[in-house]
């Protein structure tokens, strides 16, 4: 017996052992070795793999027989023999392939998202019975782990079902494929960079390419979608099996996203990241469990990196230059077996992360939050950094990373630690109780709220009570007495940050508010927040009243923040005249 060119035998399920004289050549013998040229003994990643329902094949009626159809990520795509192949059994007759496969597809369809390991090509058969091809390359392909159509990816009807195949079709495109949208579901990748290593499996980002979560799978414009209605997973958890604390992660995948080599093109938007178990002893996989970037600089948007594991930067590990761009993401839940229980940057290593948060993290050595060594200077503009293990930030190596409107409260140990010839800069920030202090070692520190004060470099620091609403709960706002209100430097403020991490408008009084949220009081007139505007509060207009273009200077202890709040009510930053127009004919009196 002879079986040539293009089977696939999945042995544990579907035939007997055969005889140890019998020929395989380019076959796939899962959980079997046999002789011939060829073949390969990993799982062929099937649509849906068969199953006997556990009681054995017919018995008990729940028998699946399963898609066979190949995935993009299947070790069997193009790795069959393409060539005429002579049969010695059969007196050297020459067995050609037939024309199609047994959908009636094309037989021989090179699939550019694989590597070729088969023979007589190009172009390469894939073994098995049907040939996986490339789909067409539409403007957007539409991805749905449910969908039941052709599968092409046109709309969302016949929308592709495999996320590592529409990633892939978009990177060959050469700009035909700009926008990948992906319906709510569970997407596990199957690409691996070592084939014979299931957990080298990734979501490779790719330039040009824009990669959408969040959808219904019905929308016809972009901004229909809700990324929180409708969350989109990419998981590392290749079996579907974890649980809590990290239980039953032994198989995941070392990386779930991968963004090494890309630039600001390569978008990833409104997605969740899970998952990912960077546990290799050494090396590259023992960094970056939930994302990793080596010399990249791709663009990440409200994306939620949850629950990811590794030696280091267990949410995240860039390196080498890299520069991505990161705005509403939230990190949380991630836990390093050794540093950088959210981020591990390195090498040069510079994120730029704005309105972003980093909560609840964790590291047995250093730095549950962020650590940044070896000449890695990030960028954090209206971050809320809190109750993370260990410190908050650590910069070590000639690591000066640069902190804007960042409230970094309730953290282990320190708010912002130096080592080793680095020296961070602090601006219109608030540091409150963590458990070592705020700031240990050198650093600029101007227009920033620090617990215990700063006597080091820069100026206009306070250590007054920031008053958040509710620390306890949560709740990192400003109360409304808060001395942090109209206390930053608007001067430090980039000009392309014009929202707080609420989305709220950025500077709402005429000057910014210290930490990521602008406090948001409508100007009532009702000073004393009693519930009407009477001679009390036309008292204390009084005080605050300065004339127009001029800030208001009343004597403590009435702050100014307080009467911007109150009565301007035109929000131009001064209580005049033109205010007390508008709040005249709300006076109701006692």
């Known amino acids: 017996l002879a079986i040539f060119g293009v089977c696939v035998v999945f042995l544990f399920l579907m035939i007997r052992r055969p005889p140890r004289s019998t020929l395989f050549p380019y076959t796939t013998l899962f959980r079997s070795t046999l002789g011939g040229l060829g073949n390969i003994g990993v799982n062929p990643i099937f649509e849906r793999t068969p199953s006997d329902g556990g009681d054995g094949w017919g018995v008990g009626g729940n028998d699946d027989f399963g898609d066979v159809h190949l995935l993009a990520g299947s070790p069997c795509n193009d790795a069959g023999d ?9 007196n050297g007759g020459v067995q050609p392939l037939p024309d199609t496969d047994l959908d009636g597809n094309p037989r021989v369809a090179e699939n550019l998202c694989v590597a070729d ?8 058969v894939d073994m098995g019975a049907y040939e996986f091809g490339t789909p067409p390359a539409h403007p957007i392909i539409y991805v749905d782990a449910s969908a039941t159509g052709l599968r092409d990816g046109g709309d969302w009807e016949n929308a592709v079902t495999d996320l590592d195949l529409a990633l892939c079709v978009a990177a060959n495109s050469g700009g035909a494929v700009g926008e990948v949208w992906v319906a709510a579901g569970t997407y596990r990748p199957a690409f691996r960079t070592v084939a014979n290593d299931t957990r080298s499996a990734r979501f490779m980002l790719a330039n040009g390419v824009n990669l959408f979560g969040g959808f219904a799978g019905d929308e016809t414009d972009r901004t229909q979608r809700d990324p929180v209605a409708n969350p989109t997973i990419l998981s590392g958890d290749l079996n579907g099996d974890d649980g809590p604390n990290f239980a039953g992660n032994d198989e995941n995948a070392y990386h779930v996203v991968v963004g090494s080599g890309t630039d600001e093109t390569a978008v990833l938007d409104g997605f969740m990241i899970m998952g990912g178990n960077a546990n290799a002893p050494s090396g590259t996989d023992a960094l970056g469990g939930g994302i990793l970037i080596s010399g990249g600089s791709p663009t990440l948007t409200g994306c939620t990196i949850k629950g990811n594991a590794a030696g280091k930067g267990a949410g995240m590990y860039t390196s080498d230059g890299s520069s991505p761009e990161l705005t509403r993401c939230i990190f949380t839940e991630n836990a390093a077996s050794l540093d950088g229980g959210a981020i591990y940057n390195r090498f040069l290593g510079n994120p730029r992360l704005v309105n972003c948060q980093i909560t609840s993290n964790t590291a047995a050595g250093s730095a549950g939050g962020i650590r940044n060594q070896d000449g890695s200077s990030p960028e954090l503009i209206d971050c809320l950094i809190v109750g993370n293990a260990k410190d908050a930030v650590l910069n070590a190596g000639f690591s000066n990373s640069v902190l804007i409107n960042c409230t970094i409260a309730d953290n282990a140990d320190w708010g912002v630690r130096s080592l080793s010839s680095s020296s961070p800069m602090l601006a219109n920030c608030i540091l409150w109780n963590n458990g070592q ?14 617990q215990g004060g700063w006597a080091g470099a820069g100026s206009g620091n306070s250590d007054g009570d920031p008053q958040f609403a509710s620390a306890a709960g949560g709740d990192y ?6 001395p942090c209100i109209n206390g930053g430097d608007n001067g430090r403020v980039p000009p392309d940050v014009t929202v707080d991490l609420d989305g709220n408008p950025r500077i709402a009084q005429g000057i910014v508010d210290m930490g990521p949220y602008e406090f948001q009081q409508e100007a009532t007139g009702d000073f004393d927040g009693d519930g009407d505007v009477d001679l009390d509060d036309y008292a204390a207009f009084a005080i605050c ?16 923040a307080m009467c ?4 301007d009510v035109n929000a131009d930053n001064d209580v005049d005249l033109a205010d007390f127009a508008i709040l005249a004919p709300v006076f109701v009196g006692p």
């Open 82 to 90: 393409s060539g005429a192949d002579i049969d010695p059994v059969f």
């Open 117 to 124: 390991t088969g023979a007589g090509g190009p172009p390469f």
């Open 437 to 450: 202090g705020s700031v240990s070692g050198a650093a600029t520190v101007d227009n920033t709220c620090i």
């Open 477 to 482: 706002r400003l109360s409304p007495n808060s």
């Open 545 to 560: 009243m300065n004339g127009p273009n001029v800030p208001p200077s009343p004597p403590l202890p009435t702050t100014p």
């Open 564 to 567: 911007l709040g109150a009565f």
